[in-house]
C-alpha cells in the first residue's frame, strides 16, 4: 500500500498548504480544492478523508499567529484523531500542545527539512532515441499505470 497523506492546517493557509500537496503528491485533502460545505458537512468530509490516508502532516503556528489569523483549531482535532488511529503524524512548525512532544509524533521546522527526510518518487523522463526500443516506452507507461497508487 502506498502513502496516502492528509495534510491540515489554519484554512487562512488553504493556497500555500495546496501548493505543497503538489509537491508531495497522493493527498487526500480535499477542503484544500474548495470547501462550500456546511460545517458538519466539511467536519464529516474532512474525518472521512483522514481515514483514507496513512499520515497526517500538520502545519502549525504560534498560538498568537494562529489566534490573530482567526485560527478555529480543527487542526488540532485532526491531530488528536490521527493519533488515535495509530497513524504516522508530522508537525510541521513550532510545536504547540504537549502532544506534539509525544515521540511517535515526527516534528520538521519547515517544509523543505520535511522534504529533505521524505523519499517522495519523483518524475522521471526517458528519452529513447534508439528504434531498437520501440515499444519500450508503451510498455512501460502501460507497467506504470497499472502500479496501486
Known sequence: MSEKFYLAGRYGRREEIADYAAQLGN??????????????????RDLSNLDRATTLVVFTELPVEYANAGGLGGCHV??????GQGKRVVVIGPRCPIFHYLSVVEHYDTWEEFMDHEEVPRPVIICVPDERFDG?????????????T
Do not use: H
Not at 28 to 44: H, I, N
Not at 78 to 83: D, I, N, P, Q
Not at 136 to 148: G, Q, R, T
Open 27 to 44: 493527498v487526500v485533502s480535499e477542503w484544500l480544492y474548495g470547501d462550500k460545505d456546511t460545517y458538519a458537512e466539511s467536519a464529516a
Open 78 to 83: 485532526e491531530f488528536g484523531y490521527a493519533l
Open 136 to 148: 519500450f516506452v508503451e510498455a512501460l507507461a502501460m507497467a506504470l499505470a497499472n502500479l496501486d
